[in-house]
């Protein structure tokens, strides 16, 4: 039997918490969304020059004003963060949140993060490198009580991270991936597996093209697994979506036939960016939120 398809939604951190803020984690719960996320960015793209808020303080706060709604961030990567420091708020934000965390997670890009802290933008080469080291770390820290570890890029002095979890044996990861070695990293430590769709069809392509060049995707990811002796079935499929030519919340119907031939392909959660005015994300509130509520029941159906 397919899994039913989740609607979720990204939230951009960049309105005052108490201007308005925490309105759209609110309604997101209210719609009943499968989650809520947002970037960990430092700053991001045409948002640079203004409000942009940190992504684990906005998480912590949302936790206080929902009560079922999942909470992540679509991604968090190695550019400007340290496994163990973030394996330590990680688990506070778990527990704040009653064990609804899922970490959606990267190696990263070459944005305003990756030179923020001073440094040269690393190569793609060392971006993986570090992510293939930075991942398996980070899991250890949330899945065990004390760990050491002396790598290449990252280390780990007898670090303590009790009490651990509310999920167990550690909260879910959410790995975005499109090359060999990010999906064996998704097969081996994820619980879930994302794309945005492939950036080099995207930019020029149909939607017809952005479709199969993600069906690829899928069939690489599942010869890796297959590779590992995993199950795919058993990975969720996550499509963030605003990156492909198609238009999903121009209507009800356009997202319908949308959603039908992603979940055709055995995705299993869909993000929709919430509606931000006077940007890429701008979209019908009442169309967006007709979506929310009707869409996976008639996907189902």
């Not at 058993?234 to 009800?252: E, H, I, M, W």
Request: charged content about 25%; proline content about 7%; glycine content about 10%.
């Amino acid at each position: 039997m397919a899994t039913p398809l989740r609607l979720s939604t990204l939230i951009l951190p960049i309105t005052r918490w108490h201007e308005g803020g925490q309105r759209p984690w609110r309604r997101a719960e209210e719609l009943g969304l499968h989650a809520a996320y947002t970037y960990d960015h430092l700053s991001w793209r045409t948002f640079r020059d203004g409000p942009w808020f940190g992504a684990l303080p906005t998480l912590s706060a949302a936790a206080g004003v929902t009560e079922r709604l999942r909470l992540g961030t679509l991604v968090t990567s190695p550019n400007f963060r340290h496994p163990v420091t973030l394996a330590k708020e990680l688990i506070a934000l778990d527990d704040i949140s009653g064990g609804r965390v899922t970490l959606g997670i990267g190696a990263g890009g070459t944005g305003f993060d990756a030179t923020a802290l001073g440094q040269e933008p690393w190569s793609p080469r060392e971006r993986a490198d570090r992510f293939g080291e930075f991942l398996p770390l980070l899991d250890r820290l949330l899945g065990e009580d004390a760990v050491s570890h002396e790598g290449r890029y990252y280390s780990a002095d007898e670090v303590r991270t009790l009490p651990g979890c509310v999920q167990r044996p550690r909260l879910p990861f959410a790995v975005a991936a499109t090359g060999p070695r990010g999906m064996r990293l998704a097969a081996q430590h994820g619980q879930a597996w994302v794309t945005t769709g492939d950036p080099k069809v995207s930019a020029t392509g149909t939607a017809a093209e952005s479709l199969a060049a993600v069906r690829g995707q899928v069939e690489r990811l599942e010869a890796v697994c297959s590779e590992l002796g995993r199950d795919a079935a058993a990975l969720d499929k996550v499509l963030l979506t605003g990156f492909t030519p198609d238009r999903p919340l121009d209507s009800f119907d356009a997202f319908v036939d949308f959603a039908g031939a992603y979940t055709e392909l055995g995705f299993t959660e869909i993000v929709l960016h919430w509606p931000t005015p006077d940007s890429a994300f701008a979209a019908d509130e009442k169309v967006f939120e007709r979506i929310a509520m009707e869409a996976p029941a008639q996907l189902a159906g």
